[in-house]
């Protein structure tokens, strides 16, 4: 294998390790910019993956030839769950005023211990689902796919691959160049200003907590339905969290979240590669395992601290003070 198709494969392995973790980021994006502090960025990524892995096995054990469609509804599926699941931290941090901190950590728990206690039950005592026989399929864009070393990379891909990067720039409209957008970021900068004009600072949070849970819940589906195929409690394993750091690497705006996705992608990219190389032998497995999260503590070690966050992000909000 020549160095030229290596390098390719290593692109083509990051876009695909880095998608969930661009839909999560996302989510972490809309709420902050709101002021409400999404720790539970993994338990909603981990909801997500076990909806779509529960549903589409589900789907298949009752349609003899589930069709390709199967994994679509799974994904649906998981982001109405995501909503659902973001709601008990919405509550918490704006209607009750509790700590989001602890909100998140709390939902952290539950959905692990949820998920896990369920697939026990409806799984016969299994620690996982089934494996899945119909998962999203790779799409190859007519013409672009055909171009030498960037066909393979960037064009051959999962189709939530493609909805991530579209996402990045629809999100990146809403919140800049649309009135939705400038009032979830006025409620993250000073709640009080934007309430004496007469926004709701409360149902705006309320909506961006939403938002987050639906692209985190868009996160784990996507692990489920492309690289794993079923769903077991390490299916998410610390996504969420690294999700939270792209978040904060990229300056808690849109594209600044990709790009410092993609970064910890190419993490994971190169752990795959060295297996598939065989050279375990000259790296030790564990320590390429270890990489993303020592990534991830470097780059918060170097970024926190000189990044500024939305002014009153993890500030509670009492409708009408002044």
């Known amino acids: 294998m020549d160095w030229l198709t290596i390098l ?11 998608t969930a973790l661009i839909f999560a980021a996302l989510g972490g994006v809309f709420s902050e910019r709101s002021g409400v502090v999404n720790i539970a960025l993994e338990g909603m990524m981990t909801m997500g993956a076990f909806t779509a892995a529960v549903v589409t096995a589900a789907l298949e054990a009752t349609f003899p030839s589930p069709s390709t469609v199967a994994p679509w509804i799974g994904f649906l599926a998981a982001i109405i769950v995501g909503v659902v699941f973001s709601l008990p931290h919405a509550v918490a941090s ?3 005023k509790a700590n989001q901190v602890v909100s998140g950590v709390a939902l952290n728990f539950l ?3 949820v998920a896990v206690y369920l697939t026990n039950i409806m799984y016969n005592g299994a620690g996982q689902t089934d494996t899945l026989s119909t998962v999203f399929s790779k799409w190859s864009i007519p013409f672009l796919s055909s171009i030498p ?6 064009f051959d891909a999962y189709p939530t ?14 919140l800049y160049r649309t009135p939705f957008g400038l009032r979830l970021r006025s409620v993250g900068e000073h709640p009080r200003a934007a309430d004496t004009v007469g926004i709701n ?6 909506k961006a907590v939403m938002i987050s849970g639906a692209l985190a819940a868009m996160g784990g589906a996507t692990i489920a339905l492309t690289t794993t195929s079923n769903f077991s409690h390490n299916t998410v394993s610390g996504q969420g969290f690294i999700a ?6 990229g300056k808690w705006h849109p594209a600044g979240a990709m790009w410092a996705a993609l970064f910890f992608g190419v993490a994971q990219a190169v752990k795959s590669l060295v ?11 564990e320590f390429i395992f270890m990489l993303p999260y020592v990534l991830t503590i470097l780059v918060l070690a170097g970024v926190v601290g000189r990044t500024n966050a939305p002014a009153a992000s993890g500030k509670p909000y009492e409708t009408g003070s002044r």
């Open 149 to 154: 070393f960037f066909g393979h990379a960037v």
């Open 244 to 249: 939270l750091a792209a978040m904060i690497f």
């Open 161 to 174: 691959s493609f909805i991530a990067f579209i996402l990045v720039f629809v999100s990146w409209y809403v």
């Open 201 to 206: 600072v409360n149902r705006l949070r309320y």
């Open 8 to 18: 390719s494969n290593l692109v083509h392995d990051t876009i695909v390790f880095s």
């Open 275 to 285: 297996q598939v190389l065989g050279w375990t032998h000259l790296i030790p497995i």
């Open 94 to 96: 704006v209607t009750f």
């Open 111 to 113: 959905a692990v211990g």
